[in-house]
């Protein structure tokens, strides 16, 4: 099977705009989630989708936006960047299906967003 | 509040040893654990998930043990080799009902050198 796959993989942005992430689960996975990874914070959860519900969500403000859509793929948007929004952004797939789900993350490669 | 602690200090081992990283944590019941390898500018990579209710588990030169009671998982590479030189991540998932929540810690840096 294909790996998760993310778009772009690097990113250049200037203060104020917007930016639009893209990520494409691996075949069979209806969970995708989102990641902010700095050097300091460590992974930071930004929220999941599974069948274009978001799940789960964590504390991040709203300027950080996402969507699922039906074929499980999924975009992060962050609107009105700022300087400290320059990250490695993460998308992880997993089958998340039942109780019995053990939500192994399989993770994309990422995108590096910087933010100027 | 819940929290992971891992080695926050990289270590630097001699080829050959074995690696060992803990992985704590607090006011936390998890229902499994799991344990991941990133490499720089990559993204993390599942190696090992441990349940509740098991102490231990093996994969090749890996090997996960889980203390509930200690609230602690140690992390160990056997023969290690340069290769193995990564940051390594825990990640507890707590379920609620039907949910299911990752915690994740910062990650230890793992040098082995030659």
């Known amino acids: 099977k294909a790996g998760v796959t993310q778009t772009p993989r690097y990113l250049i942005k200037t203060r104020g705009q917007q930016v639009t992430l893209s990520c494409s689960p691996i075949s069979g996975h209806r969970s995708v989630s989102w990641y902010q990874q700095t050097p300091g914070q460590g992974l930071q959860f930004l929220f999941e989708y599974f069948s274009e519900t978001q799940r789960n969500k964590g504390n991040f403000p709203g300027r950080f936006s996402g969507r699922q859509f039906s074929n499980s793929r999924s975009e992060m948007n962050v609107s009105t960047l700022e300087l400290g929004d320059s990250a490695l952004y993460l998308c992880?797939?997993?089958?998340?299906?039942?109780?019995?789900?053990?939500?192994?993350?399989?993770f994309g490669p990422g995108t590096r967003l910087t933010v100027l | 509040s819940q929290k992971i602690e891992q080695n926050s200090e990289a270590l630097n081992i001699q080829e050959g040893k074995t690696a060992t990283l803990t992985c704590n944590y607090t006011n936390y019941s998890p229902a499994y654990l799991q344990w991941y390898r990133q490499d720089p500018g990559r993204g993390p990579v599942f190696l090992l998930l441990?349940?509740?209710n098991e102490k231990e588990k093996r994969k090749e030169r890996l090997k996960v043990t889980f203390d509930t009671t200690l609230k602690q998982s140690l992390f160990h590479i056997t023969a290690s080799q340069p290769a193995d030189s990564a940051t390594y991540l825990c990640?507890?998932?707590?379920?609620?009902?039907?949910?299911?929540?990752?915690?994740w810690g910062l990650g230890t840096s793992l040098a082995v050198n030659p």
């Open positions: 990640a507890l998932v707590k379920r609620a009902g039907n949910n299911r929540k990752l915690i």
């Open positions: 441990i349940r509740e």
């Open positions: 992880a797939s997993s089958s998340g299906q039942g109780a019995r789900a053990t939500d192994t993350q399989y």
